[in-house]
């Protein structure tokens, strides 16, 4: 059991990282988190444990360099948010218990202390992995770094690896086509209202949007898988395989559309789609249902596919290693927002 102690001290710090980053965010106010150099501190921090932590598991040499470029860049991301983000604006920042306001040097002092902490879990674990003997006879396995066999299906495991990295993506891509969407309105392109007050989409653009992750499983699971029946139907034509696909992309799409709608914007906070020709209950309109179906249509005809057959080819080392590292971060951003 001594020879495996060097790598559970290490595995410890760093699961403590992650946690102590997600019990953080969940104790902050999302209207009082700001963009900043602690941003970048924590995401890093989080998805450079989490890829340390894979392949820790799996008894990868990589797991020392991992672990150390993620001690350095979390102390240098850190120094910087200590030396430029601006003061906490939280009320547990901002006043005591008994609500007496804390002076500047109060705030400074709390700042550095809190910075300074942030970093140990992630150095400690870096130094046992570096200088421990039992971590040297433990982490022995190089990278397997071949290419995938595509003719190999994936594994279960993989499907949901897959799926799963899917919707977490699409959320946040999804928000920044939204946010491209809001720019041909101000641009006059297309109809609508610009609204530049709506914080969630503009100042927080690495917030969920969990309707464009379900639309996107749902590409996966159905509208895809639909192509190819639709084609070999129709024996390879795309026109009409394309027609009916874009019509049934259009039901799917505009039905999340309007359930989201139901569920979190029945007093039209966040979009109104009244004023617009063709609407239904202001909650859906045909303008953004023919916008919204157009894209799913071209991520289930080309997007999906092509990185179904990248993934496919691409070392599942390094594709497991990016996931173990995209979990945590994705976890970090639901947990400033929605917790």
């Avoid at 992650?18 to 969940?26: M, N």
């Avoid at 870096?126 to 071949?146: G, N, Y």
């Amino acid at each position: 059991m001594k020879a495996f102690d060097g790598v559970f001290d290490a595995a410890f710090a760093h699961a403590q990282a992650i946690v102590d980053r997600l019990q953080e965010t969940a104790r902050r106010r999302a209207a009082h988190y700001a963009y900043g150099w602690q941003t970048a501190r924590d995401l890093i921090q989080v998805a450079g444990s989490g890829a340390t932590l894979y392949l820790m598991y799996r008894q990868k040499r990589l797991a020392v360099p991992v672990s150390l470029a993620t001690a350095a860049v979390t102390a240098g991301l850190t120094a910087a948010s200590t030396a430029f983000d601006p003061a906490p604006t939280d009320d547990v920042a901002n006043e005591s218990q008994d609500g007496v306001q804390f002076g500047a040097p109060t705030l400074l002092r709390d700042k550095v202390v809190n910075a300074v902490a942030d970093c140990l879990p992630n150095i400690a674990g870096s130094v046992t992995l570096a200088f421990s003997s039992s971590a040297q006879e433990r982490l022995t396995k190089p990278m397997d770094l071949l290419p995938r066999d595509p003719s190999v299906p994936f594994t279960l495991a993989e499907h949901v690896r897959n799926v799963s990295s899917l919707y977490a993506t699409y959320t946040i891509v999804g928000h920044w086509l939204e946010m491209l969407f809001c720019q041909l309105i101000k641009l006059g392109v297309v109809g609508g209202d610009y609204d530049r007050s709506n914080t969630m989409l503009w100042d927080w653009w690495l917030h969920p949007f969990p309707a464009e992750g379900i639309a996107g499983v749902l590409i996966a699971g159905a509208l895809s898988p639909l192509r190819e029946v639709l084609l070999r139907r129709f024996g390879g034509r795309v026109a009409p395989a394309l027609a009916l696909s874009f019509l049934a992309n259009q039901v799917v799409c505009t039905s999340i559309d309007y359930l989201t709608g139901m569920v979190a914007n029945r007093n039209y906070e966040l979009w109104d789609y009244r004023e617009m020709p063709f609407n239904f209950q202001g909650q859906i309109c045909l303008q953004n249902s023919l916008v919204y179906t157009a894209a799913a249509t071209l991520v289930a005809w080309w997007a999906y596919p092509a990185r179904e057959a990248w993934l496919k080819r691409l070392p599942s080392d390094l594709v497991n290693t990016v996931y173990s590292a995209l979990v945590p971060a994705y976890a970090f951003l639901c947990f400033t927002y929605f917790v």
